[in-house]
């Protein structure tokens, strides 16, 4: 499968814990999105990358998120002390150089904070 | 500040009927836009994008037209099936992010 995957589909957690997702972009595209979509909404924006270089933040990632891409190819995104309000569906898009091409969307994460 | 609205929020239709959904944006400094479709608990499929300088893309049933001056965009679709039911995403593209509209839920009934 050459499309963008995520890892886990899934996660259910308890509040105050750590969660990790990754995402794996299409092989060669140099920039990677994330995310967040809450129930009946669209997805919002939170940050982006171009190869290992964090471009943009959104205000919605507080400092309770982080992300990285260590070598330009997957990247993790922690939320440290989940909050309930966490809860939501966590997105990743990956983009090929040029302006005009388009983000492809991998399949989502989606996170249940008890 | 870019905002993007999607008109009618929901919408029920027998089998076989045309329909245009619509998306309207407050800035009209955009690069693209694009159309997807999202089911129930699933990711995003990417439908259609339209380039600025664009006015129209169309993909089998789909077709999509873009008004980049009066900040609008529709997407039609002809004689519409079951298994077009989801919620269809407009997202305008600003500087190197997408914004999103809220969707329309489209359901469509044998």
């Known amino acids: 499968d050459t499309g963008v995957s995520q890892n886990p589909r899934h996660k259910i957690t308890k509040r105050g814990q750590n969660v990790t997702f990754r995402c794996d972009p299409i092989?060669?595209?140099?920039?990677l999105y994330w995310y967040r979509q809450t129930l009946g909404q669209g997805p919002e924006f939170l940050t982006y990358f171009q190869n290992e270089a964090q471009l943009e933040k959104s205000r919605l990632l507080s400092d309770r998120f982080s992300a990285e891409r260590p070598k330009g190819s997957f990247s993790t995104l922690e939320i440290q002390r989940t909050e309930q309000g966490d809860s939501a569906m966590y997105l990743c898009?990956?983009?090929?150089?040029?302006?005009?091409?388009?983000?492809?969307f991998g399949p989502g994460t989606r996170l249940t904070v008890l | 500040k870019q905002e993007v609205t999607q008109i009618p929020a929901a919408l029920s239709v027998p089998e076989g009927e045309n329909l245009v959904l619509n998306c309207s944006f407050t800035?009209?400094?955009?690069?693209?836009l694009q159309w997807f479709r999202q089911d129930p608990g699933k990711g995003l499929t990417s439908l259609l994008l339209?380039?600025?300088?664009?006015r129209e893309q169309t993909s089998g049933r789909l077709n999509a037209s873009l008004d980049k001056s009066s900040g609008r965009s529709t997407l039609y679709i002809a004689a519409s099936q079951p298994g077009d039911s989801a919620t269809y995403l407009c997202?305008?593209?600003?500087?190197?992010?997408?914004?999103f509209g809220t969707g329309t839920r489209l359901q469509v009934f044998p």
């Open positions: 800035d009209s400094a955009i690069y693209n």
């Open positions: 997202a305008v593209r600003v500087t190197d992010k997408l914004i």
């Open positions: 092989s060669e595209h140099n920039r």
């Open positions: 339209i380039q600025s300088s664009q």
């Open positions: 898009a990956s983009r090929p150089p040029g302006l005009e091409n388009e983000q492809f």
